[in-house]
């Protein structure tokens, strides 16, 4: 069998960014995946906001080293990512909501985001043409954006294998091998690999991977669809993220809607479902598109004429608290978990990748050790993140 410092299981937004940060510290590095090339999974679905504007500690340093290193990715490597740094824009169109925005903006001051709550006159310079009825105002934080989850992906892979990282496509994880409950290889579909170190960052089917080792992840997938438009000419920047829920007989029920325009100037947007769809069924539905435009022709008005080029659907890999699990777990020695990303894998996994290679390399700091316990498999699942 070879023999690598690291297996990492799954080619997505999490192993890939991972894979790159291994193999440039110096790790024999390889790559499983059951699907034919990477990012084929749910990284090609995703819709590319990034943001460190959190509620939570841990998700706020990891990205906002994500976003040091999207935003100088072209400076560095010289591919274009389509990265953007428009922002992101929560609304207030409630006294509640109003309240729960400026409460979460003094969390994430202090940790030193540069976020703030501003009135309705600036929204509607930050958003032209928004319907104004109700609006009170809202968070606006400068320094988030967005990119392209596939040009950013296979960017990362193509630097990754530069520096040597493998990757085996079509090939399944039947077997995670131990002894003395130690990792000691994987058992795949096509051979066997010696490893003492094994990252579970299988997305939607990371449930799949903990069963191998007799662990139960606590790890469900939810399907949220997306859609794209036409391309128009530009006429705002943020990310707009409207978190009224909606109970309407016309349309259904629903939470949390967002969207944005990319740099073809194509309008993106996603919606939350209420309640959740469970499973992992990736096929659109009819319902998708009379819901969110509705939703969204009321907000922007300026929307009703631009067309719709396609709409898709994908999972979100859902924990209890909305939060990720990542890192190692006391039952089997060499196993790392890096799952349950609850849609933000994205954003979260340049900055995550690093410091799963730092914990393997054993080179933690004070501040990794605190994202890894409030991270932590064993956590308590109880308090759930505002805003997630």
Known sequence: MVEYDVIIIGAGSVGVPTALATANDGLKTLVIDSLPSVAQADNKHAIGGIRATHSHKGKIWLCQRSIEIFSSWEEKYGDDIWWDQGGYTFLAYSEEHE???KETVKLQRSYNLNINYVDKEKIKEIIPGINEDGLLGGTYSLEDGNASPLLSLHSFYRYSKNLGTEYHFDENVIDILTKNNKIIG??????????????NSAGAQAKDIGKLIGIDIP???????????????KFFSPMVVDIRPCSDPKCGDSKNYYFYQNKE????????PSPSILGM???????????ISKRMIKLLPRLRNIKIRRTWRGL??????GNPIVGKISEIEGYINAVGMCGQGFMLGPGLGELLSRVLTEKTTSRDNEILDTLSYKRDFGVEEELK
């Open 316 to 321: 979100y890999p859902m924990t209890l608290d």
């Open 219 to 233: 790890v469900e997938p939810d399907s949220h669809e997306a859609g794209i438009t036409e391309p128009v000419k």
């Open 99 to 101: 309240q729960l925005l």
């Open 265 to 272: 100037g194509k309008i993106i947007f996603c919606l939350t």
């Open 281 to 291: 069924d990736r096929r659109e539905t009819s319902s998708f598109l009379p819901q």
């Open 186 to 199: 994987v058992k795949t579909t096509k051979g066997k690999y010696q490893t003492k170190s094994i990252i």
